[in-house]
């Protein structure tokens, strides 16, 4: 089974704190994604990242960062956490898409919930 | 910017009945669409994918897909208590490596 590993389950952080949300994946994925989800506007794209130290912005990059030294760890840091940044985090890796046939699919993490006081 | 559209529900349908899901979206080009299943505090998984027009069946469930009217649907044959949740439709953006848009969700109650 993919198996996508988020280092925390539950976070609290203060307001200005750096935080680091890591996410580790063991199929050998190329592709490693970041979203937040919050109620009335689903997944959003953070950034993600088709192979090491590469990356790319997603929708909404304003106030993280990302770091991809290794291909199976992906992660995702606030240099100075918000409280509008408060919401469920969520890693997802994949193959990358070569043909039609390949099983393209995104697994996801059991996803991190951070809470900004 | 680049939309996938799902009406939010709740969608309540009795036991043994077939709920029907839908999903439009605005990229033209996007070549394969998704259907994840999100239960209340976990993480999404993958029901179903479809990249060619018409239906994809897969035990109780079946996918359609029709490019040209930019729709995709979820059938689910038999409800079960068991499949309410959320589900999500989710696009491949064309041009792009597997980065996918993904839908507000649509919930699911299933009334026993």
């Known amino acids: ?117 | 910017q680049k939309e996938v559209e799902q009406n939010s529900g709740p969608l309540s349908v009795p036991e043994g009945a077939i709920a029907s899901l839908n999903c439009t979206y605005s990229d033209r080009g996007s070549q394969s669409f998704f259907w994840y299943r999100q239960y209340s505090g976990k993480s999404p998984e993958l029901i179903m994918f479809i990249y060619s027009n018409g239906d994809k069946e897969d035990g109780r469930f079946t996918a359609q897909l029709n490019k040209a009217s930019q729709y995709v649907s979820l059938l689910i044959r038999d409800s079960q208590p068991s499949d309410s949740a959320t589900y999500l439709c989710a696009v491949e953006e064309s041009g792009a490596t597997n980065k996918l848009i993904f839908g507000t969700g649509t919930l699911l109650a299933v009334q026993p």
């Open chain 1, 1 to 117: 089974d993919v198996k996508v590993t988020q280092s925390s389950r539950y976070l609290v952080k203060r307001t200005g704190e750096k935080v680091f949300l890591e996410c580790v994946q063991d199929m050998d994925h190329e592709n490693m994604f970041w979203y937040r989800q919050d109620p009335g506007l689903g997944l959003r794209l953070i950034y993600f990242s088709y192979d090491v130290k590469m990356k790319e912005k997603g929708d909404i990059p304003e106030g993280y960062s990302v770091s991809r030294e290794k291909k199976e760890r992906f992660s995702l840091i606030l240099e100075s956490a918000s409280t509008n940044q408060t919401s469920m985090y969520l890693c997802a890796s994949s193959y990358p898409r070569l043909d039609r046939g390949r099983d393209t699919e995104a697994f996801f993490g059991q996803g991190t919930r951070l809470t900004v006081v």
